[in-house]
């Protein structure tokens, strides 16, 4: 079972900064993938950023510029880094992990964090 601990949302006023932390935990042998979903209201999930295990990152598009994704030296923990922040940045951010399990047969999983709110007011 892998865990998945969010924090450093909250309330921000519009041009401020957060920074958001991840840290995974459990049965992972390796990690493909880790970073960050966002879901405003009445929207879909939507990509924010992604880190390989490579260290190759992936943002959307609007974004690019304004939040930068990071390792951190503790194992297994992911960083957002957000400036400039917007109103239009309000969402519940999902920390997103991407993993293969100890079993050498392992397929790759999908966890979710539990999430956490960033809301920017204008």
């Known amino acids: 079972q892998v865990h998945l601990v969010e924090s450093g949302g909250g309330l921000v006023q519009a041009g401020g900064s957060l920074r958001l932390s991840c840290a995974a935990s459990?049965?992972?042998?390796?990690?493909?993938?880790m970073g960050w979903y966002r879901q405003a209201p009445g929207k879909e999930r939507e990509l924010v950023a992604l880190?390989?295990?490579?260290?190759?990152?992936n943002y959307a598009d609007s974004l690019k510029g304004r939040f930068t994704i990071s390792r951190g030296n503790v194992k297994n923990t992911v960083y957002l880094q957000m400036n400039s922040l917007k109103p239009e940045d309000t969402a519940v951010y999902y920390c997103?992990?991407?993993?293969?399990?100890?079993?050498?047969?392992?397929?790759?999983?999908?966890?979710w964090g539990q999430g956490t709110q960033v809301t920017v007011s204008s």
């Open positions: 459990g049965s992972i042998a390796s990690i493909n993938a």
């Open positions: 997103y992990l991407n993993w293969k399990g100890l079993d050498p047969s392992s397929t790759n999983f999908r966890s």
């Open positions: 880190i390989t295990s490579g260290s190759s990152t």
